[in-house]
């Protein structure tokens, strides 16, 4: 079946302007998580939905930082004001369940550079 | 706060060889532990989850323990090949709801050499 898919897969933009990040995750699962993977590094966390709900945003850096999830599926990830600091590879992924028995499939990721 | 480490951040083996590699973790209180594999520029696949009431997993030539207690976990690779030349990430997961989400090691980028 299909897998998490993410658009677009590569974005660049300039510093502070606006920018969405999509995932769409497989079907049916309802946990959608939002991580960010600096080179180098592995990733981390930045929110986590269960179903439309935002039931975990504490890893989002700070409040240029916003994502929704308004039907339950697709999420889409929002950067405000971009900053070169911002550059990373920005992966999603879904769960079957918001629980930790579930394993979590990761999209191909949204490499976002900022010039 | 959980941190999870992999050391080494890289290793070079010849074709053929059984290999190891090591990830561990501060918070032994994990519910479950992920292993992921990530080619260069692509996302992460999934290789093995280890409940935490389980003491390893096995997948084709890859074999995962884990111990809690001492909070650690292998990831073990029988008969390494070219194809397996990719970085290996460990990631641990807390439990359930907002304790659900991963933390993750920096990985390991191994590579086999023909």
């Known amino acids: 079946g299909a897998g998490v898919s993410q658009t677009p897969s590569n974005k660049v933009t300039e510093k502070g302007k606006y920018v969405e990040l999509r995932c769409d995750p497989i079907?049916?699962?309802?946990?959608l998580y939002w991580y960010r993977q600096s080179l180098g590094q592995g990733p981390e966390f930045l929110i986590y939905?269960?179903?439309?709900?935002?039931?975990?945003d504490s890893g989002l850096p700070n409040d240029r930082f916003f994502a929704v999830r308004p039907e339950g599926s697709v999420s889409t990830l929002k950067i405000q004001r971009t900053e070169r600091g911002d550059s990373a590879v920005y992966l999603c992924?879904?769960?079957?369940?918001?629980?930790?028995?579930?394993?979590?499939?990761f999209g191909p990721g949204t490499r976002l550079t900022v010039t | 706060k959980q941190e999870v480490t992999q050391i080494p951040a890289a290793l070079s083996v010849p074709e053929g060889e059984n290999l190891v590699l090591n990830c561990s973790f501060t918070d032994s209180a994990i519910y479950n532990l992920q292993w992921f594999r990530q080619d260069p520029g692509k996302g992460l696949t999934s290789l093995l989850l280890?409940?935490?009431?389980?003491r390893e997993q096995t997948s084709g030539r890859l074999n995962a323990s884990l111990d809690k207690s001492s909070g650690r976990s292998t990831l073990y690779i029988a008969a390494s090949q070219p194809g397996d030349s990719a970085t290996y990430l460990c990631?641990?997961?807390?439990?359930?709801?907002?304790?659900?989400?991963?933390?993750f090691g920096k990985g390991i980028t191994l590579s086999v050499r023909p």
């Open positions: 992924a879904s769960s079957l369940s918001g629980t930790s028995d579930y394993e979590q499939y």
């Open positions: 939905f269960q179903g439309t709900g935002a039931a975990d």
């Open positions: 079907s049916g699962h309802t946990a």
């Open positions: 280890i409940q935490s009431s389980q």
């Open positions: 990631a641990v997961g807390m439990g359930a709801g907002a304790n659900s989400k991963l933390t």
